[in-house]
């Protein structure tokens, strides 16, 4: 394939999708609370008055979804050895999505087992699935709402309400099925499989039959692209021709004009009349080459593979002899190659190009911050020698004990800097900045006295 996928290398998938943790678990709480106003919500406006069954479905949500999470953490202590924040914020979501169907005729265990195997078994085996099978989806938004939705659906036939509760406070209308002595749990269950799949059928059916048309529209753009690519070969054969080669190029040109519309605009922009040119050749060649190009970059080509359906391209082709299906080829869904710089990108195209310099510019970002994380440890070792080194001046400067010639060989590098010591301030000054020393008292007191307070309590000013 000639643009990089999602499973075409091991090693690069590793980190194809490094979710930013803060803003996935705000999101997931952020969906969590709307949830109650989904559920609860959703029972007061079917039966207004019905308060204790609104409580009693957000209580089952909230068991539901801290089950779920607790059901994910335990499958990434089992199997993965790691804590995934996604798995777990996922694992979470999964318990809201399967408690949905039944939160009013659902018990609070019952709750709890649902949203437990929806975090521990349901989401994981839904996730693993979409991998083996290679389908692409980064978020694992289907093993979220759709398995688990699924579950939930099937759930809502193994649930068993507390009823002698519930009577005493009013039963809502599904509760009321539930509570009644000819329910039966097989045929409940028989009829959840059945509107399962009747969703399933009905979800399907329109979408493909929308991305269908789209796919269609798309295929034949790349057909159109095949003339375009024709007619450049075709464009490029005209110079030097004879008169009957010629002939053949025009003939060749017209069919290529009559199947595409960007080459049919382009060609009558420099001379073409329909069969052949006013002078025999473009008026300016080098430009309806430019042009040609700029065309099949920038509105033809395509990042989504069409070529993967071959019998959606056998039907195409046979159709794209039609005027008007060719111009309802327009209204398409057109995924830019520069679309790419977002997920993987490939090296060898314009994209591609631009993806790997916002890589490179990245690298060098973060090593200039590498760099200035160092620079702080080396200020301060300056720092701490100038510091010792003011001390030393200023016992000396009040006549205490002299500053050993060891100790001045040791920082002699560092005081060459500075100017001469201010005994009015207590600061060395530099071209570099100032340092202030902290040592109590001033000159007149006696060094016993200085030296039994406390050296080193901060630095003010700044080096560098």
């Known amino acids: 394939a000639r643009w990089q996928r999602r499973f075409d290398n091991a090693e690069r998938d590793k980190a194809e999708f490094q979710p930013c943790n803060y803003l996935q678990v705000m999101g997931m709480f952020i969906l969590w609370v709307g949830w109650y106003g989904f559920n609860a919500g959703g029972s007061l406006t079917a039966q207004p008055g019905s308060s204790h069954t609104a409580g009693l479905v957000a209580w089952n949500t909230t068991v539901a979804a801290a089950a779920g999470g607790f059901g994910s953490y335990l499958y990434l202590y089992g199997f993965r050895l790691n804590l995934d924040v996604g798995f777990l914020c996922n694992g979470l979501l999964s318990g809201l999505v399967s408690i949905t169907a ?27 699935g979409m991998r083996r099978l290679r389908l692409d989806d980064p978020v694992d938004a289907v093993p979220v709402h759709a398995a688990s939705g699924l579950f939930g659906i099937l759930a809502v036939g193994l649930c068993f309400p507390d009823c002698a509760a ?8 599904a509760q009321s099925m539930f509570c009644r002595e000819e329910h039966h749990v097989g045929k409940q269950l028989l009829a959840q499989l059945l509107g399962g799949v009747v969703i399933i059928a009905w979800t399907f059916l329109i979408s493909y039959a929308f991305w269908l048309l789209l796919a269609a529209a798309e295929c034949v753009r790349a057909l159109e692209l095949e003339q375009v690519n024709r007619a450049q070969n075709l464009l490029r054969q005209l110079t030097g021709q004879g008169a009957l080669s010629k002939s053949k190029v025009h003939q060749d040109l017209e069919s290529a004009a009559h199947l595409s519309r960007t080459v049919r605009r382009a060609l009558k922009e420099h001379g073409w009349t329909g069969s052949r040119f006013l002078l025999g050749q473009p ?34 082709r046979c159709c794209s002899s039609w005027w008007l299906f060719r111009e309802l080829a327009f209204a398409r869904l057109r995924i830019h190659p520069w679309a790419e710089i977002s997920g993987l990108g490939a090296a060898e195209t314009d994209g591609g190009k631009l993806y790997m310099a916002i890589q490179r510019a990245a690298g060098q970002i973060a090593e200039l911050r590498s760099q200035t994380h160092a620079e702080p440890l080396q200020t301060e070792v300056r720092e701490l020698g100038m510091l010792v080194r003011s001390q030393e001046l200023k016992t000396d400067a009040t006549g205490c004990v002299a500053p050993s010639l060891d100790h001045a060989e040791v920082f002699e590098p560092v005081f060459e800097a500075f100017e001469p010591y201010s005994r009015e ?25 200085r030296h039994r307070q406390q050296p080193m309590q901060g630095m003010k000013g700044k080096i560098g």
Not at 166 to 173: N, T, V
Request: charged share 15%; hydrophobic share 40%.
């Open 425 to 449: 301030t207590g600061i060395y000054r530099s071209n570099a900045g100032s340092v202030e020393s902290q040592w109590g008292g001033d000159f007149t007191r006696s060094c016993h006295l």
């Open 102 to 128: 039944c939160c009013d005729v659902s018990t609070p265990l019952t709750s709890m087992l649902i949203g437990l195997l929806a975090g521990l078994v349901v989401y994981p085996m839904a996730s693993n």
């Open 166 to 173: 519930l009577r005493e406070k009013g039963l809502s209308e």
């Open 283 to 316: 008026q300016d060649l080098v430009s309806l080459l430019t042009k040609l190009q700029q065309a099949q970059f920038g509105s033809l080509e395509t990042a989504l593979e069409t070529e993967v359906c071959a019998p959606l391209r056998i039907l195409v």
